[in-house]
């Protein structure tokens, strides 16, 4: 079983609301990312995970805010975005980081 | 940082033809990997292939390391192979994937 979950499949946020998408895979994985994907672009990471400890931040805004409760889950905590946020969020996991990647089906985040 | 390349950008094929995309890379990688994102968004792993020749029906792929550049073949092309075709790479160290700008195929019936 090589999958990754994400929900919500889509959202829709005001500026002034506090979200979060949350990431789940049972594959024994122990690095678990997130990317950020923009209309006709490729994605981009913004967090690596390594055994639960964040170990890569992309210079990403602190209105975004990782979490890694457990092994298997990995949560983005969203707060005061701005509509430039908008955007497709991918969520992936690999054995090991440097090891090959799968992702998830991906959060489609509208911000208002 | 390493410049991943894909080409051609983009490529218009009837149903039933063969078709090869292009990934050139900069630097030393430990990974590379093939994706195909479908309409939805979903990024769909076809190959991991740091070195080397795969293939799985259809597809095929090589990767020659040595000469930082790998080759993404499809034969037979169907509809359902319409999206957009990304190469990944992870450069040793590194701890992530870096993409090209993807190329989007598009299969006419």
């Known amino acids: 079983d090589t999958e990754v979950t994400q929900t919500p499949k889509h959202l829709v946020m005001g500026m002034t609301n506090k979200k979060s998408l949350k990431c789940e895979q049972h594959?024994?994985?122990?690095?678990m990312y997130w990317y950020k994907q923009k209309a006709k672009k490729p994605p981009e990471l913004m967090f690596v995970y390594s055994y639960e400890k964040l170990s890569i931040n992309e210079s990403v805004p602190s209105r975004f805010s990782p979490e890694c409760p457990n092994s298997s889950l990995l949560n983005l905590h969203l707060h005061a975005l701005q509509p430039e946020d908008s955007a497709l969020y991918l969520c992936?996991?690999?054995?090991?980081?440097?090891?090959?990647?799968?992702f998830g089906p991906g959060t489609r985040l509208t911000v208002t | 940082g390493i410049q991943v390349e894909q080409s051609p950008p983009d490529l218009i094929l009837q149903e039933g033809a063969n078709s090869t995309l292009r990934c050139n890379f900069s630097d030393s990688v430990n990974n590379l990997q093939w994706f195909h994102q479908n309409p939805w968004g979903q990024l769909i792993n076809l190959f991991y292939?740091?070195?080397g020749t795969k293939q799985n029906g259809r597809l095929s792929a090589t990767t020659v390391a040595t000469e930082r550049y790998s080759l993404l073949y499809i034969s037979s092309s169907q509809t359902t192979d319409s999206g957009v075709y990304f190469c990944a790479t992870d450069p040793r160290g590194a701890q992530k994937l870096v993409f090209g700008q993807g190329t989007r195929l598009t299969i006419n019936p």
């Open positions: 292939i740091p070195s």
């Open positions: 992936a996991s690999s054995h090991r980081d440097g090891y090959e990647q799968y």
């Open positions: 594959m024994g994985h122990r690095a």
